[in-house]
């Protein structure tokens, strides 16, 4: 019988030698007349594991890893093809603690299928939420999404349902679905993972999207940085517009839905839905006033749901299940679950999906099992590059939207950096404005000239120039960013400066520069 071994096709794993892995298995199978097929899955999202690869045996799949080219004989002689045991073997892949505490909804498939097999994605339940929405009217559709409690996972947590609703009832002879797949954000990559790892998953998300709104096109922005992802994408569009998921009548519906994939040119500002729409129309990505809301009028004018990734990933469970099964899930506002993503100075990296929550120190000190270095936590950030710096004193803080903000903080799309206690939070602070200068669209005044104004303070204070007057100063251009700027990129880089200097400010207080000697 043919065995099933998996080697992931995940950026991640390509980057730590998965395709070395999968071309010395095949040569090594070859020769040793192995009777084996090797499945290019997506990432369990155990990064430190990378690349894992896995084999189907009747007890379930059995995980070796970190595997390298030159392990592979090693673990065909060992019998590998059986599940059998090699310094490498990990056991049930399932039973890795990583990955068995975990509630995956979002990311159920993700790593365990084909991700380009549409039947594969049909056999793991695949495609029954798009079939269930097929058989309600769109309001209906978008109440469930509304009653799932399901927010926005991009970066600002608005209701998705109220979003579609929004659209739903806009008058337009057109409708679009634009999946933002930008995904800037520092520490982030759910959304390369979903899209390379079940690239289906966000098809029938748009597919649910555009019949619950009354859009028959849509389009997936992804940034040029995620080849991998954009060949999955394009691939997956391509199998299931043979299959009848996506065209003029949707799994036979009589209903149209279908969409393209377009690619970014690389500006993190374009992660910001008006520069992206901006993009898409062939523009400059240069953010746009609000109002016009997009849901109103947004690409080519016409009303327009743009929503992440993962929002849009998170739509067929939801139809599936139904919207109380998501809504039990999470604390608070903040309902189903969220895939953390734990990366930087830390031991176990990767992406671990759960239920809203879990206490930050949790996340940092159980599941991350703390820095990479072995030394002690410093600071965390939370929510990409405009997200505030957390110290230990707020690892008690669950992960919720609410509890974040009032810690004057935010989820963002659930990135975490891990720094351990060799970190300088002034250079962080620095950084911070200096992302904001090289990325700003130009636009408005205190994100063009304040973030660059902050960059010079910073500069000051590290060199020890009347280091009060200068602390005062960029605090006082925070709030004029914070409160001034047209966009977030403006309006919250504040949010890593001001936490590195309240939580920190002993990084704030360099020594005076003393005069050289005459
Ligand atoms: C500077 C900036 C960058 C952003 N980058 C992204 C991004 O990469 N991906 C994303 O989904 N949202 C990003 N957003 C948020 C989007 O503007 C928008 O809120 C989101 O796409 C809406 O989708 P959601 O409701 O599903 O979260 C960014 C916002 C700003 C201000
Ligand atoms: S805050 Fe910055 S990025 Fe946003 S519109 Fe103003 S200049 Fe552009």
């Known amino acids: 019988m043919t065995v099933r071994i998996y080697v992931p096709r995940d950026a991640a794993a390509l980057a730590l030698g998965a395709d070395r892995v999968a071309k010395a298995l095949s040569r090594e199978a070859e020769t040793r007349k192995l009777d084996i097929t090797i499945v290019r899955n997506g990432s369990r999202g155990m990064h430190w594991l990378e690349p894992l690869v896995e084999v189907e045996t009747a007890q379930g799949r059995i995980a070796y890893g970190p595997v390298k080219p030159s392990d592979v004989a090693s673990l065909l002689d060992a019998g590998l093809i059986e599940g059998k045991a090699h310094p490498l073997c990990l056991g049930g892949t399932e039973e890795i603690p990583f990955l068995k505490n975990q509630t995956r909804l979002t990311f159920a498939r993700c790593g365990v299928i084909d991700p380009v097999s549409l039947e594969d994605y049909k056999s793991h339940g695949g495609l029954k939420g798009l079939e269930n929405a097929i058989a309600m009217a769109p309001a209906d559709v978008v109440k469930q999404v509304t009653d799932s409690g399901l927010r926005g996972r991009g970066g600002a947590g608005f209701p998705t349902g109220i979003k579609w609703k929004t659209v739903l009832d806009a008058p337009g002879d057109r409708k679009y679905i634009v999946c933002n797949a930008d995904e800037g954000d520092s520490g982030t990559f759910a959304d390369r993972m979903i899209m390379e790892g079940d690239p289906f998953v966000l098809i029938e998300g748009m597919a649910i999207a555009g019949l619950a709104t009354g859009a028959a096109k849509g389009f997936v922005y992804i940034r040029s940085e995620y080849p991998q992802a954009i060949d999955a994408m394009n691939e997956a569009v391509t199998v299931a517009r043979a299959a009848g998921v996506l065209g003029t009548s949707v799994l036979g519906s009589g209903k149209a839905f279908d969409m393209e994939i377009r690619v970014g040119a690389g500006a993190y500002v374009c ?69 953390l993503q734990i990366a930087g100075n830390v031991k176990h990296g990767g992406l671990y999906e759960t239920a809203f929550g879990l206490t930050l120190g949790e996340i940092i000190d159980v599941i991350g099992g703390g820095t990479a270095t072995g030394r002690p936590v410093r600071a965390v950030q939370v929510g990409g590059p405009l997200g505030a710096y957390f110290p230990r004193a707020l690892f008690d803080t669950p992960f919720d939207y609410e509890a974040f903000a009032a810690k004057d903080g935010l989820i963002g799309h659930a990135g975490i950096t891990v720094f351990d206690d ?97």
């Not at 746009?288 to 067929?316: D, W």
């Not at 047209?486 to 309240?502: D, E, K, Q, R, W």
Request: overall charge neutral; charged content about 20%; hydrophobic content about 40%.
């Open 271 to 339: 992660g910001e839905e008006t520069a992206l729409l901006n993009s898409l129309e062939g523009k400059r990505g240069i953010v746009r006033a609000k109002p016009p809301l997009p849901a109103l009028q947004g690409f080519m004018g016409r009303p327009t749901v743009v929503n992440n990734v993962i929002s849009l990933a998170s739509v067929p469970i939801i139809m599936d299940k139904g919207a109380d099964f998501y809504r039990d899930f999470g604390m608070g506002r903040s309902r189903g679950t969220i895939p």
């Open 422 to 518: 060799t970190v300088d939070m002034l250079k962080q602070a620095r950084f911070a404005m200096e992302f904001c200068a090289v990325e700003s669209c130009g636009k408005c005044t205190p994100c063009r000239i304040g973030s660059t104004r902050g960059v010079e303070t910073a500069d000051r204070i590290a060199q020890g120039i009347e280091p009060e007057k200068n602390r005062e100063l960029l605090a006082d251009l925070c709030n004029t960013m914070k409160f001034g700027s047209l966009c977030a990129l403006g309006g919250f880089t504040p949010y890593p400066v001001l936490s590195a200097m309240n939580h920190f400010p002993e990084d704030f207080s360099p020594a005076p520069m003393v005069e050289a000697a005459e």
